[in-house]
């Protein structure tokens, strides 16, 4: 990530946009003033969507930087996505939006809509490709939608050189999510310590 711009300030984050134009990505600076965790911290196993973050137990490297998260957050110190995530946009490759639409509002109370997206960032692990988080971002105020652990979210595309390779596939998603789906240990329980 060097093109990314750091910044002293935790509550400014660097949004990065247009990342697959011929003239390279442009970066986008927010403030988030308020982080609510919301349903953020609750696992769900979306079988229909091949969906799941539980985790395996309390014993891996996963749930401690889930823990390590959430203690920034309730702490109010927002430099973890400068730190430890990037922010990306979320390009809709003609599935994306919708199942990731589905995934979010799969047994919680939101109702996200295809409008909502413009107001919905990816943050990337720079450490652990396969974390994403996903959160709202309007005006000064962040709300955690939803954490992926496995890279089950959106089905990845393989780009190179700023072009498409080849596109995701839900059938490569359903595999990877038969090796998950067994996990049972809620994310609520790092709210619970």
Request: net charge positive; charged share 25%.
């Amino acid at each position: 990530m060097k093109n990314m711009l750091r910044f002293s300030n935790s509550n400014v984050i660097n949004v990065r946009q247009n990342r697959f134009s011929e003239n390279g990505p442009t970066f986008k600076l927010e403030n988030i003033n308020s982080f609510n965790i919301g349903d953020g911290f609750e696992s769900k196993n979306d079988k229909s969507d091949f969906f799941t973050n539980y985790l395996k137990s309390n014993r891996q490297k996963n749930y401690d930087q889930m823990e390590q998260l959430y203690n920034y957050i309730i702490n109010n110190d927002y430099s973890f996505i400068g730190k430890d995530y990037y922010c990306d946009e979320i390009y809709d490759n003609g599935m994306v939006f919708d199942r990731l639409i589905s995934i979010i509002n799969y047994k919680t109370n939101l109702n996200i809509k295809k409008k909502d997206m413009l107001h919905i960032y990816k943050l990337k692990n720079k450490n652990n490709r396969n974390i994403h988080i996903y959160i709202s971002l309007v005006k000064t105020r962040a709300e955690l939608l939803l954490i992926d652990l496995y890279h089950l979210s959106i089905p990845a595309d393989k780009w190179s050189n700023g072009r498409l390779v080849r596109r995701g596939s839900l059938r490569e998603t359903k595999k990877s999510y038969e090796k998950f789906k067994i996990f049972n240990y809620n994310l609520n329980n790092i709210r619970d310590c």
